[in-house]
Nanobody
Framework: EVQLVESGGASVRPGESLRLSCDAS????????MAWFRQAPGKEREPVAA????????EYRDSVRGRFTISRDPNKDTLYLQMNNLKPEDTAMYYC????????????????WGQGTQVTVSS
């Protein structure tokens, strides 16, 4: 059974940084496609960043580009999201998603999802 387990969420002040982690296990085939999505209360889920390990491509939503960095440790099969200069509008539940090629990238078409980790940015 595929499991994606997120961690690293916390309550921080504007301008601070956080690093989210997503540990993947139980899969039969390597997930070349992994991504982070987020959902704020009362809003729809939206893509944050995606990584295609087959094409070595990363994509970001405009509002986080330059502040967030998605990366992956292939030895641990862990996905990361380094979030710098956090803003109150980044407050949301953050979800890890995974799938095989072709990569959905920022499209909400992933088959595997984690349970989420909460990020709150407030002064």
């Amino acid at each position: 059974e595929v499991q994606l387990v997120e961690s690293g969420g916390a309550s921080v002040r504007p301008g601070e940084s956080l690093r989210l982690s997503c540990d993947a296990s139980g899969y039969r085939y390597y997930f070349f496609c992994m991504a982070w999505f987020r959902q704020a209360p009362g809003k729809e889920r939206e893509p944050v960043a995606a990584l295609d390990s087959d094409e070595f491509t990363a994509e970001y939503r405009d509002s986080v580009r330059g502040r967030f960095t998605i990366s992956r440790d292939p030895n641990k099969d862990t996905l990361y999201l380094q979030m710098n200069n956090l803003k109150p509008e980044d407050t949301a539940m953050y979800y890890c998603a995974a799938d095989s090629v072709p990569c959905p990238l920022l499209a909400d078409e992933y088959n595997y999802w984690g349970q989420g980790t909460q990020v709150t940015v407030s002064s």
